[in-house]
Antibody, heavy 116, light 113 residues
Framework: EVQLVESGGGLVQPGGSLRLSCAASGFTFTTYWMQWVRQAPGKGLMWVSRINPDGNITTFADFVKGRFTISRDNARNTVYLQINRLTAADTAVYYC?????????WGRGTLVTVSS | DIVMTQSPDSLAVSLGERTTINCKAGQSLLYTSNNKNYLAWYQQKPGQPPKLLIHWASIRQSGVPDRFSGSGSGTDFTLTISGLQAEDVAVYYCQQYYSAPCSFGQGTKVEIK
């Protein structure tokens, strides 16, 4: 069974940083692109970033503006999202997802709240 | 970036009634070399992650009830629920994966009348 379990969310002050993790299991991690999608409270889905199986190709949404870094540790079956210079607009549930195009597998998400 | 626009934003439907949600893409999602439309539909219930219902515009994901169907091509697509059930109350999103970055519609909330 495919499982994606996010962690690392929490309350952070504006300007702060967080590193989100997503532990994957139930599939051959090293053969799949991984993505992050976020959802602000009461709002729609917004794609954030993706990384290829080797970890050497990454793509980001325009709104990231150089503040986010995506990486993966294939030995640990884990993908990361480093988020810097957080603002209130980054408050959202961050979902880890498996897929290159359509997304058949999603984690349950981790909530990031940016507030002073 | 491709803008995806859904209509309506919300609708209330009686149990057993047919429900139709529309999705319009800012450009064609039809890749002519393989004749596939790069369009997916998702269902999201409160407190849950999205669930993939339809991909390639009309292919039902494994395990999805056959009352859900997708149609359309190019820029105009439709998700139809042939007879609404209570468990279908959710927000529905379309997504294009024709070009990066992928993008989602704003969502359509379906409620029971």
């Amino acid at each position: 069974e495919v499982q994606l379990v996010e962690s690392g969310g929490g309350l952070v002050q504006p300007g702060g940083s967080l590193r989100l993790s997503c532990a994957a299991s139930g599939f051959t991690f090293t053969t799949y692109w991984m993505q992050w999608v976020r959802q602000a409270p009461g709002k729609g889905l917004m794609w954030v970033s993706r990384i290829n199986p080797d970890g050497n190709i990454t793509t980001f949404a325009d709104f990231v503006k150089g503040r986010f870094t995506i990486s993966r540790d294939n030995a640990r079956n884990t993908v990361y999202l480093q988020i810097n210079r957080l603002t209130a607009a980054d408050t959202a549930v961050y979902y880890c997802a498996r897929g290159t195009a359509m997304i058949p597998y999603w984690g349950r998400g981790t909530l990031v709240t940016v507030s002073s | 970036d491709i803008v995806m626009t859904q209509s309506p934003d919300s609708l209330a439907v009686s149990l057993g009634e047919r429900t139709t949600i529309n999705c319009k893409a800012g450009q064609s999602l039809l890749y002519t070399s393989n004749n596939k439309n790069y369009l997916a539909w998702y269902q999201q219930k409160p407190g849950q992650p999205p669930k993939l219902l339809i991909h390639w515009a009309s292919i039902r994901q494994s395990g999805v009830p056959d009352r859900f169907s997708g149609s359309g091509s190019g820029t105009d697509f439709t998700l139809t629920i042939s007879g609404l059930q209570a468990e279908d109350v959710a927000v529905y999103y379309c997504q294009q994966y024709y070009s990066a970055p992928c993008s989602f519609g704003q969502g359509t909330k379906v409620e029971i009348k």
